[in-house]
């Protein structure tokens, strides 16, 4: 299986901040990454597929890079409504794994 | 509008069985492989299992091959998990969610397996 990895765990930022969460494949899976929201209580959204390309209603304040093993998601001006749980997913092949997550607070 | 609603959850003791339904509505069932996650309490996100658009692959993660069976049925636009010989760690929010890319999530239904 393809273990998915996330830095860091958790952070604390405020409103206006750049944040930027970093993703890791055990192996290569070329560009079949998702990132995916996910606030207290609520079910997962998914923000970008395909490693870079936002969902369909997506803020274009979230972007993702990279391709092969490594990946970021960075949100370019934190907003009170971007305070979430934040994970990757790999598509490349079966079993399909997310990583651990990374949870953003307010400072 | 894309909406995927779950339902069929609720208690049941553990060697139990439960069936888990997902309806659609603003898009062809048929057109997408379609996905079960599932997220226990206070964790992170498990992919459980997906079937392909005409029901001809399914695809599961090991700690429920054998135990889980996805289906679907086409006609009516939903998605379904039977759920046998249930354990405690299979407590979880059942989510279906739509494509490989996961792009559409329904609202999940509660599982909970204790006696």
């Known amino acids: 299986d393809i273990q998915m990895t996330q830095s860091p765990s958790s952070l604390s930022a405020s409103v206006g901040d750049r944040v930027t969460i970093t993703c890791r494949a055990s192996q290569g899976i070329s560009n079949h990454l998702t990132w995916i929201q996910q606030k207290p209580g609520k079910a997962p959204k998914s923000l970008i597929y395909a490693a870079s390309s936002l969902q369909s209603g997506v803020p274009s304040k979230f972007s993702g890079s990279g391709s092969g093993t490594d990946f970021t998601l960075t949100i370019s001006s934190l907003q009170p409504e971007d305070f979430a749980t934040y994970y990757c997913?790999?598509?490349?092949?079966?079993?399909?794994?997310f990583g651990p997550g990374t949870k953003v607070d307010i400072k | 509008e894309v909406q995927l609603v779950e339902s069929g959850g609720g208690l049941v003791q553990p060697g139990g069985s439960l069936r888990l339904s997902c309806a659609v509505s603003g898009f062809s069932l048929s057109g997408f492989w379609t996905n079960w996650v599932r997220q226990a309490p206070g964790k992170g996100l498990e992919w459980v299992a997906n079937?392909?658009?005409?029901?001809?692959?399914?695809n599961y993660v090991d700690s429920v091959r054998g135990r889980f069976t996805i289906s679907r049925d086409n006609a009516k636009n939903s998605l379904y998990l039977q759920m046998s010989s249930l354990r405690a760690e299979d407590t979880a929010v059942y989510y279906c969610?739509?494509?490989?890319?996961?792009?559409?999530w329904g609202q999940g239904t509660l599982v909970t397996v204790s006696s």
């Open positions: 969610a739509r494509d490989w890319d996961l792009d559409s």
């Open positions: 079937i392909k658009q005409d029901g001809s692959e399914t």
């Open positions: 997913q790999q598509y490349n092949s079966f079993p399909f794994t």
